[in-house]
């Protein structure tokens, strides 16, 4: 049982130590001599066991106190279990700062702390990487020697520390980086810094899609208000006048609705999770039935179709990916290729490998375009395309739907020489069709 210091035990071991020498001096008549040797022994035992807290204290390496009997006792145990509490404490604390350290080593932010001057006291490793700081060379470094970035510097001199900086990647590589600057204890700030280029690059995305959509609705509803205006007062139009805006309106009203259908498509693609691959597309059946869908047009503009299906392959994927895909691009090179000319479709074998192709004679492509052709909205002739109800995003479907069967959109083609549009598959994806 732990025994506790009190005044009252104290006295009671003082007296307890005076009492016999007070009791034998009173018998033989010198109290006072007997009183005095009592407490010059007991000087002469205290002066002792203080040495021996002394020498415990400072010279030894236990933090067990040596045995002591009496008050001693009471005060070796105090202090050893202050000193118990105070080594529980610090290994509570180191355990905590450790803990702090592989938490901010864990966050996927840069983060650094500093004084209020601006010397460095701690950064995590993602900071080292950023800014290039040395850990733990640079401790005690002021940040702005450090990070010398002009933005940064006027920033910190400022100290307006409400709204984050962005800076370009210190270090050289062409990264955004935001930087906050927030109070830690109440002389020291933590920064956090966060690598924002993607962030910023999907908002320009957007906002570029946005533009995009409002752009390519403008035309068509522009013609559709002017048509309306006219046929408001209908009675002075000649017949022939509003046939040819019915037509129009008629034309735009399909062009707006394609565009929205492959918005639609090309959303609800990229919001789809990655494919599992278990289901068999057979590509033959396919590729005939977008083949007889697309006929009338075909035949229409009088083409000439060449078949070529050797390839007897079916393909593990996602069969309305892979259907838009041989659609877009056969639809593509019926409406691009020339009236009366030749459209070559075929599926074969190239090594391992299946191929899908689709040829064409009509007017070909610049160098130039190729590269851009899959983007939302791209058209070479913005006005030779609105005219044929093109959206500008066919080929990006394409390019979507292939990249979910680890392929991707190849053209071969040359002004005046007509395009070869074609994707492969991997043999990975490749099953027997039956
Ligand atoms: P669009 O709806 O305009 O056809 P796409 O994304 O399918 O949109 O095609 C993008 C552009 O690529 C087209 O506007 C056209 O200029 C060009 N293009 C596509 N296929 C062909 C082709 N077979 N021959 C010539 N140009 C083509």
Same mark, same amino acid.
């Given at each position: 049982?732990?025994?506790?210091?009190?005044?009252?035990?104290?006295?009671?071991? $003082?007296?307890a130590? #005076?009492?016999?020498?007070?009791?034998?001096?009173?018998?033989?008549?010198?109290?006072?001599?007997?009183?005095?040797?009592?407490?010059?022994?007991?000087?002469?035992?205290?002066?002792?066991?203080f040495?021996?807290? !002394?020498?415990?204290?400072?010279?030894?390496?236990?933090?067990l106190?040596?045995?002591?009997?009496?008050?001693?006792?009471?005060?070796?145990?105090?202090?050893?279990?202050?000193?118990?509490r105070?080594?529980?404490?610090?290994?509570?604390?180191?355990?905590?700062?450790?803990?702090?350290?592989?938490?901010?080593?864990?966050?996927?932010?840069? @983060?650094?702390?500093?004084?209020?001057?601006?010397?460095?006291?701690?950064?995590? /490793?993602l @900071?080292?990487?950023?800014?290039?700081?040395?850990?733990?060379?640079?401790?005690?470094?002021?940040?702005? !020697?450090?990070?010398?970035?002009?933005?940064?510097? /006027?920033?910190?001199?400022?100290?307006?520390?409400?709204?984050?900086?962005?800076?370009?990647?210190?270090?050289?590589?062409?990264?955004?980086?935001? =930087?906050?600057?927030?109070?830690?204890?109440?002389?020291?700030?933590?920064?956090?810094a966060?690598?924002?280029?993607?962030?910023?690059?999907l908002?320009?995305?957007?906002?570029?899609?946005?533009?995009?959509?409002?752009?390519?609705?403008?035309?068509?509803?522009?013609?559709?208000n002017?048509?309306? %205006?006219?046929?408001?007062?209908?009675?002075?139009?000649?017949?022939? =006048?509003? /046939?040819?805006?019915?037509?129009?309106?008629?034309?735009?009203?399909?062009?707006?609705?394609?565009?929205?259908?492959? $918005?639609?498509?090309?959303?609800?693609?990229?919001?789809?999770?990655?494919?599992?691959?278990?289901?068999?597309? @057979?590509? #033959?059946?396919?590729?005939?039935?977008?083949?007889?869908?697309?006929?009338?047009?075909?035949?229409?503009?009088?083409?000439?179709?060449?078949?070529?299906?050797?390839?007897?392959?079916?393909?593990?994927?996602?069969?309305?990916?892979?259907?838009a895909?041989?659609? !877009?691009?056969?639809?593509? @090179?019926?409406?691009?290729?020339?009236?009366?000319?030749?459209?070559?479709?075929?599926?074969?074998?190239?090594?391992?490998?299946?191929?899908?192709?689709?040829?064409?004679?009509?007017?070909?492509?610049?160098? %130039?375009?190729?590269?851009?052709?899959?983007?939302?909205?791209?058209?070479?002739?913005?006005?030779r395309?609105?005219?044929?109800?093109?959206?500008?995003?066919?080929?990006?479907?394409? /390019?979507?739907?292939?990249?979910?069967?680890?392929?991707?959109?190849?053209? %071969?083609?040359?002004?005046?020489?007509?395009?070869?549009?074609?994707?492969?598959?991997?043999? %990975?994806? $490749?099953?027997?069709?039956?």
């Open positions: 049982m732990e025994r506790h210091y009190t005044l009252t035990r104290l006295l009671k071991r $003082l007296i130590w #005076v009492l016999p020498f007070a009791l034998i001096g009173w018998l033989l008549d010198l109290l006072w001599p007997a009183l005095a040797v009592a407490f010059a022994s007991a000087v002469i035992w205290h002066l002792f066991y040495h021996r807290l !002394n020498h415990w204290l400072w010279q030894s390496r236990t933090m106190p040596p045995q002591a009997p009496g008050a001693w006792s009471d005060i070796y145990d105090g202090i050893y279990r202050t000193l118990r105070a080594q529980i404490k610090r290994r509570q604390l180191s355990i905590l700062l450790q803990r702090f350290r592989q938490a901010a080593e864990a966050i996927p932010d840069a @983060a650094f702390v500093i004084e209020s001057d601006g010397t460095l006291v701690w950064s995590n /490793k @900071a080292q990487i950023y800014f290039g700081l040395r850990w733990p060379a640079d401790r005690g470094i002021r940040i702005t !020697n450090l990070i010398r970035y002009p933005r940064f510097l /006027k920033y910190f001199e400022i100290a307006d520390f409400d709204e984050p900086i962005t800076i370009l990647d210190p270090v050289g590589e062409q990264r955004d980086i935001e =930087m906050r600057f927030m109070p830690y204890t109440d002389t020291q700030l933590l920064v956090i966060r690598d924002i280029t993607q962030l910023r690059k908002e320009r995305l957007r906002k570029d899609f946005v533009a995009n959509v409002s752009h390519e609705l403008k035309t068509p509803l522009t013609v559709m002017g048509y309306l %205006e006219l046929l408001q007062d209908s009675e002075g139009v000649p017949p022939a =006048m509003v /046939k040819k805006a019915v037509h129009d309106m008629n034309l735009q009203n399909q062009r707006m609705q394609k565009m929205v259908e492959q $918005l639609l498509t090309l959303s609800r693609m990229e919001g789809q999770m990655q494919d599992t691959f278990t289901k068999k597309v @057979a590509m #033959v059946t396919l590729i005939q039935e977008v083949i007889a869908e697309l006929q009338p047009i075909i035949q229409a503009k009088n083409i000439a179709l060449h078949v070529d299906m050797s390839a007897t392959d079916a393909v593990l994927g996602n069969e309305e990916k892979l259907r895909a041989c659609s !877009n691009l056969i639809t593509n @090179a019926i409406k691009y290729g020339k009236e009366s000319g030749h459209l070559r479709v075929a599926w074969y074998r190239v090594g391992q490998f299946a191929e899908f192709s689709v040829e064409d004679d009509g007017p070909g492509i610049e160098t %130039e375009h190729l590269p851009r052709l899959t983007e939302r909205f791209y058209r070479v002739e913005k006005d395309n609105s005219a044929s109800g093109g959206t500008g995003l066919g080929l990006s479907i394409v /390019k979507h739907a292939l990249e979910h069967h680890r392929s991707y959109l190849q053209i %071969e083609s040359a002004p005046g020489q007509g395009s070869r549009f074609f994707f492969r598959i991997a043999p %990975e994806l $490749l099953v027997s069709a039956n």
